[in-house]
């Protein structure tokens, strides 16, 4: 099992700047990919960011040039620097970390869930 611990959420105005952290514990042997998702009130999760064993960070495009994702696999721990903050960032910001196991040729993988954390932007 794998336990992901999020922090850094809170209120901030337009413009203004929040960091997330996520720290994984437990059994994170195999932990190939980290990644931020956010769920707004009435809306489905998205994905916002996500980097891979390979160390490239990906973004959905309303968040491009404002988020940096950032992972430090010795420590299992994946962060969120967000700038310029919008209203429409708004939201409950989930950290996922994927996991896989087994033999190359019958892999068996997992994802594993935070618990969230509030992101509130003001107008």
């Known amino acids: 099992q794998v336990q992901l611990v999020e922090s850094g959420g809170g209120l901030v105005q337009t413009g203004g700047s929040l960091r997330l952290s996520c720290a994984a514990s437990?059994?994170?042997?195999?932990?190939?990919?980290m990644a931020w998702y956010r769920q707004a009130p009435g809306k489905e999760r998205e994905l916002v960011a996500s980097m891979g064993s390979d160390y490239v960070p990906n973004y959905i495009d309303p968040v491009k040039g404002r988020f940096t994702i950032t992972r430090d696999v010795a420590k299992n721990t994946v962060d969120l620097q967000m700038n310029n903050l919008k209203p429409e960032d708004t939201a409950v910001y989930y950290c996922?970390?994927?996991?896989?196991?087994?033999?190359?040729?019958?892999?068996?993988?997992?994802?594993?869930w935070g618990q969230g954390t509030q992101v509130t932007v003001s107008s």
């Open positions: 996922k970390a994927h996991q896989s196991w087994g033999p190359v040729e019958r892999q068996y993988s997992r994802d594993y």
């Open positions: 437990g059994r994170t042997r195999g932990i190939d990919a």
